[in-house]
């Protein structure tokens, strides 16, 4: 069973700068079936990248995805305040079906 | 416009059971795979269960802590997913959410939740 590892567990930047968040597996992740999906206080999850790299629909273009086999990262170019909010990764294997990471916190310095 | 609206949440005794329900909207429902998907308070994400379309046998998977205790079911007639939920513990405790599949691999659009507490 894979295991992701995110980090930082919490990040605290300011508008305008530049986000990376980290997320690890334990083994090589199969296909590059990794995503990264943001969840604000009180509401759902979104789907922001697939694929690793891919921008979901709607998606602006300061989010962007990258990483291969275990190292995964997830970079907000420059951060609008409604970036503010809980990341997770997540990978797809067709034994273990859907793993989280525990989440990145990202929060306003 | 994508819409899935889950409800049926609310509070149960340990060992009790409940059904969740989460008609949806602004797609076919038919042709998707649709998962579940709890949140327990201040916690992460975990997938509960998975069903596939009819077309492609509406095979249904579970997460281990899940199996045996839960049933998915869908009513293609009704755009309609259901969560059944029988011998509830406390660890259970939790925003249910459903969602769509996307590539057979993530999960593209999400209920806004229910929530499920189990206390005595």
């Known amino acids: 069973e894979i295991v992701l590892t995110q980090s930082p567990g919490t990040l605290s930047l300011s508008p305008g700068e530049r986000a990376t968040l980290s997320c690890r597996a334990s083994q090589s992740v199969t296909s590059n079936y990794l995503a990264w999906y943001q969840q604000k206080p009180g509401q759902a999850p979104r789907l922001l990248i697939y694929g690793a790299s891919t921008r979901a629909t709607g998606i602006p273009d300061r989010f962007s995805g990258s990483g291969s086999g275990t190292d995964f990262s997830l970079t907000i170019s420059r951060l609008e305040p409604e970036d503010f909010a809980v990341y997770y990764c997540?990978?797809?294997?067709?034994?273990?079906?859907?793993?989280f990471g525990q989440g990145t916190n990202l929060e306003i310095k | 416009e994508v819409q899935l609206v889950e409800s049926g949440g609310g509070l149960v005794k340990p060992g009790g059971s409940l059904r969740l329900s989460c008609p949806a909207s602004g797609f076919t429902f038919t042709n998707v795979w649709m998962s579940w998907v709890r949140q327990a308070p201040g916690k992460g994400l975990e997938w509960v269960g998975r069903?596939?379309?009819?077309?492609?046998?509406?095979?249904?998977k579970y997460a281990a802590p899940v199996k045996g205790r839960f049933t998915i079911s869908r009513d293609d007639s009704k755009n309609t997913l259901y969560l059944e939920m029988h011998s509830l513990k406390t660890e259970d405790t939790a925003v249910y959410f459903c969602?769509?599949?996307?590539?057979?691999?993530?999960?593209?659009?999400w209920g806004q939740g229910t929530l499920v507490t189990v206390s005595s």
């Open positions: 997540q990978h797809y294997d067709s034994s273990t079906m859907y793993t």
């Open positions: 969602a769509t599949d996307f590539a057979r691999a993530y999960l593209g659009s």
């Open positions: 069903i596939e379309t009819k077309f492609d046998g509406e095979i249904k």
